[in-house]
């Protein structure tokens, strides 16, 4: 589990200061409330929000696990596998993998996601399909934040594997190293 407190967070009403209080009339349905219309939509339909990369990474990965000694899990998670690249072509889907690989504690197989459309596409057909399978979705922003990214801002369908986060404190190791060694 991260601890919540090794993270800042900027305030969720950063750009929203200073603006009329919200009233509290209820909708037609008698339960949701009614909300200011302004006839805009949020960028975040478009593009992702910053720090998100929208770039060659991709805003989110999607890490869709499973146990490489369970034959069953095997066996869908490649027919899933087979699946995702036929139905979703334009999705960056790499190799299946029959092990584990860098932080991935198990074998898995990653999908990338570049926008809103392919994100709000894709996850709500994976929820219904993952079956059996953990599936981690983490966003990618910079570099030095690939821990945060895997722990603190992931997101879980399925039961939480626990990641290896040693392989993150030794790229930070690294990346100090260096910019040692460049000082000098």
Do not use: C
């Not at 190799?95 to 994100?119: K, W, Y």
């Amino acid at each position: 589990m991260t601890d919540q407190f090794a993270f800042s967070y900027p305030s969720p009403l950063e750009g929203y200061e200073n603006l009329e209080p919200l009233s509290d009339e209820k909708a037609e349905d008698g339960k949701s409330l009614k909300n200011p219309q302004h006839g805009i939509l949020s960028k975040a339909y478009e593009e992702f929000p910053d720090p998100l990369s929208k770039g060659r990474d991709g805003g989110f990965d999607i890490h869709i696990y499973h146990f490489q000694n369970n034959p069953d899990q095997a066996a869908f998670a490649r027919a899933l596998w087979e699946r995702i690249r036929r139905e979703f072509p334009e999705l960056r889907i790499y190799s299946f993998f029959d092990r584990p690989i860098g932080p991935h504690p198990v074998a898995m197989f990653e999908v990338n996601l570049f926008t809103p459309a392919q994100f709000g596409a894709f996850v709500p057909w994976l929820v219904i399909n993952r079956g059996p399978l953990s599936v981690l979705i983490h966003p990618n922003t910079v570099e030095t934040e690939e821990e945060r990214n895997h722990t603190q801002r992931a997101t879980w369908l399925g039961d939480r594997i626990p990641l290896d986060l040693r392989i993150f404190k030794l790229l930070k190791q690294k990346r100090r190293e260096e910019e040692a060694a460049r000082a000098k």
